[in-house]
């Protein structure tokens, strides 16, 4: 099946610790995202990346990093410095980055918490 | 940046009966997309609709925009207990040239009661 995913589906992060959340797909899409959803919220962007070995900040980018090493994968690590990390955090590809009448594919999202 | 906002918040209906709701966005668009999400889930696409189209229907949905108004509606007809979920619209808007980025609404959430 083609798709996304994204795991672990839960991630519970201690104080100071950084968390890496990953995201895979086989859509063989060039563009993938990342947004922090808060509840009874929209989402917003964190990173974006058109094309592997280039990402670049969304809105809220601060206290977060991104690779893409690989087309498939692009991994979101929270940092120690995101002082409130508790969210559900989504990602999503598509064919191309930042285009018109581009639709984008979610994967099922991770739930991050502290403790 | 522009963002699209639902109206209402909260929607309860009974099975059968028909769903709408509304996005309001604040400049203009090329074009505006409604997505759906299931509790704890990611997000599905629904429907693309152009700037310069006025309705456009997928099986039980019927999506209208009115760019005069710089609104859209989402109808879902004949709703069902499995509709319940939240409802997204998302614009584009230009971040530079010919590049653009979703802005996503706060969204709908909608209740389907057997």
């Known amino acids: 099946d083609g798709g996304i995913t994204q795991s672990p589906k839960y991630l519970f992060r201690k104080e100071g610790q950084n968390v890496t959340l990953s995201c895979e797909q086989n859509?063989?899409?060039?563009?993938m995202y990342w947004y922090r959803q808060d509840p009874g919220q929209g989402l917003r962007l964190i990173y974006y990346s058109q094309i592997v070995n280039d990402f670049q900040k969304g809105d809220i980018a601060e206290g977060y990093s991104v690779s893409r090493e690989k087309k498939e994968s692009f991994p979101l690590t929270v940092t120690s410095a995101q002082k409130n990390p508790t969210a559900f955090y989504l990602c999503?590809?598509?064919?191309?980055?930042?285009?018109?009448?581009?639709?984008?594919?979610f994967g099922s999202g991770t739930q991050l918490s502290v403790l | 940046s522009q963002q699209g906002e639902e109206d209402p918040q909260a929607l309860s209906i009974q099975e059968g009966e028909n769903a709408t709701m509304n996005c309001s966005y604040k400049t203009s668009i090329n074009n505006l997309q409604w997505y759906r999400q299931n509790s704890g889930r990611g997000l599905v696409h629904l429907i693309l609709i152009r700037s310069n189209e006025r309705e456009k229907h997928s099986g039980r949905l019927r999506v209208t925009l009115d760019t005069s108004k710089k609104s859209s509606s989402l109808l879902i007809t004949a709703s069902r207990a499995a509709d319940t979920a939240s409802y997204f619209c998302a614009t584009d808007d230009l971040v530079m040239d010919s590049s653009y980025k979703l802005i996503f609404g706060s969204g709908t959430r909608l209740l389907v009661r057997p």
């Open positions: 999503a590809s598509s064919h191309r980055a930042q285009r018109l009448n581009e639709k984008l594919f």
């Open positions: 859509l063989n899409h060039d563009a």
